[in-house]
């Protein structure tokens, strides 16, 4: 059980989705953290600028009493009426409480009534560094004097005209504005990161969602493709990302499989046929033989059969291998070119004998000067034996043939075309097929395979051509064309 809820967080959806929510905590952490430091910084460097000014303005007030005062005692400055109203008034305006010190930071007076009756010295490093300086801040409780820190600054009381120091005045203030929006932003923060983290999660989990469903369609449609069950296709999701795309392409690849198979049980199919009929033949007719069914007198005849029927059975596994390794070639590649008259003139040398044996006549228009076409010499002769022969083969005897070729539109167009029984409309689109042949056919030629016309187009389409056929009134062409230098 734990593994399986293990392998289900370790899926894409979930590590998407936490690798998302990662980052967006992560980034509103570090804004977070950066946007308080600055601006408590600035906020306190803002109210202590603020304390120096007052203070500054208290010390400016507090100069003639603290230079009367050089040689009163404590208590006599302290008791000074218009000095505590005036220090009073300043702390009420400013909202701070003021300590009027001597020189050596002893209190001679305070503003802050819960110090009456108390003796108090600001803190030595405090001082020394007003002396030094001019001015000093701190935020502390002063040594326990007081329950929470506070934000303390002091400034020297210079006298203008000697211009030598008569005393120190510090002002105090409490940090409870800082704390209360530092707890502002605090809370504000963690609303917001919130509700941005579940703005995150929502958009996070849709947009995973999407790119997921499709690939788990994808996983489980492999899995039916691995158990032989290609009508399996993807849904059209509509997007025109790479998920669309890959949908798309997922789907022509699942065409091409199920056409492949498809294409793979027929040619089964087909072959079982093929091979079925000549390998019963050669059985049937040697085990009449044997066990003297076949007159010893009709064996020889018999024996010619088995042996027409072996060699048939031979040539069909021949072609075969012909067509498996003219689909693996790529006669473009080398980019040669050769004369495809020459080659038009050859096959006819090589077909004189069987145009002769049916009283053919030959029209052949083949140019003397030559034609050179980009493609195989081998693979081209091939393809135009094979028409021929077929053309001489079905052709109406004591007919013409016709063989030539004509440059159109830079290319090279080779026709091959006899007279004899006109093909169906819905017979020609079959005629290029594995192991066609038409009934007249099957009845006439009795050494076909059914394999010459569909290498024919194998070798066309390796070469990025189509051929082209037509019959009417007897008159049956084939045409195809070469791109031509």
């Known amino acids: 059980m734990r593994k399986k809820i293990r392998s289900r967080f370790q899926g894409l959806y979930w590590r998407q989705l936490f690798v998302t929510a990662g980052m967006v905590m992560l980034t509103l952490f570090l804004l977070g953290a950066s946007f308080f430091s600055l601006s408590y910084n600035y906020a306190r460097s803002q109210k202590s600028e603020e304390l120096v000014s007052k203070a500054q303005i208290m010390a400016q007030l507090s100069v003639s009493y603290l230079e009367t005062g050089r040689n009163l005692s404590m208590e006599e400055l302290r008791n000074d009426r218009d000095f505590q109203r005036l220090a009073t008034f300043a702390a009420t305006v400013s909202d701070v409480h003021f300590m009027i010190c001597d020189t050596q930071g002893r209190v001679l007076l305070t503003t802050d009534s819960s110090l009456d009756g108390m003796v108090v010295t600001m803190p030595e490093k405090m001082t020394e560094e007003i002396r030094e300086k001019g001015a000093a801040s701190t935020r502390g409780d002063l040594g326990g004097l007081y329950p ?24 105090i203030s409490t940090t409870l504005s800082l704390d209360a929006m530092w707890k502002g932003f605090i809370g504000l923060f963690f609303m917001t990161a919130f509700v941005v983290l579940m703005v995150a999660f929502m958009a996070s989990s849709i947009t995973a969602m999407r790119q997921v469903q499709p690939i788990r369609e994808m996983v489980q449609a492999t899995r039916r493709y691995a158990e032989g069950d290609f009508d399996v296709r993807m849904q059209d999701y509509g997007r025109e990302d790479e998920i669309g795309e890959l949908a798309a392409s997922f789907n022509n690849m699942a065409e091409s499989l199920q056409q492949t ?14 091979l079925k009929t000549p390998m019963t033949t050669i059985a049937g007719y040697t085990d009449g033989i044997l066990d003297g069914t076949i007159p010893p007198e009709n064996e020889r005849q018999y024996l010619q059969i088995i042996s027409n029927e072996s060699r048939r059975l031979s040539r069909m596994v021949r072609r075969m291998l012909d067509v498996s390794q ?13 004369d495809i008259c020459e080659s038009m003139r050859r096959v006819l040398i090589s077909m004189e004998k069987k145009i002769n044996d049916r009283h053919l006549d030959v029209d052949a228009d083949i140019p003397e000067e030559p034609i050179l076409v980009l493609g195989d010499n081998d693979m081209i ?5 094979n028409l021929l022969e077929n053309a001489a083969k079905f052709a109406r005897e004591s007919s013409t043939l016709y063989l030539g070729v004509t440059t159109i539109d830079g290319k090279a167009r080779v026709t091959v075309r006899n007279l004899g029984d006109t093909i169906p409309a819905e017979e020609l689109p079959l005629l290029f097929e594995r192991f066609h042949k038409s009934d007249k056919s099957r009845s006439e030629d009795k050494d076909g395979v059914g394999l010459g016309l569909y290498i024919v187009k194998t070798i066309l389409e390796q070469h990025k051509e189509k051929i082209n056929v037509t019959s009417e009134n007897g008159v049956t062409t084939f045409s195809f064309s070469l791109a031509a230098e």
């Open 326 to 338: 003219l689909q693996a070639m790529d006669p473009l590649k080398g980019g040669n070119h050769f």
């Open 261 to 274: 198979e498809r294409q793979r049980r027929e040619f089964i199919a087909n072959i079982s046929h093929e």
């Open 381 to 385: 002769t091939q393809v135009i034996y």
């Open 148 to 171: 929470q820190k506070r934000l303390v600054v002091g400034v020297q009381a210079v006298n203008p005209e000697s211009r030598e120091a008569v005393g120190e005045v510090f002002a």
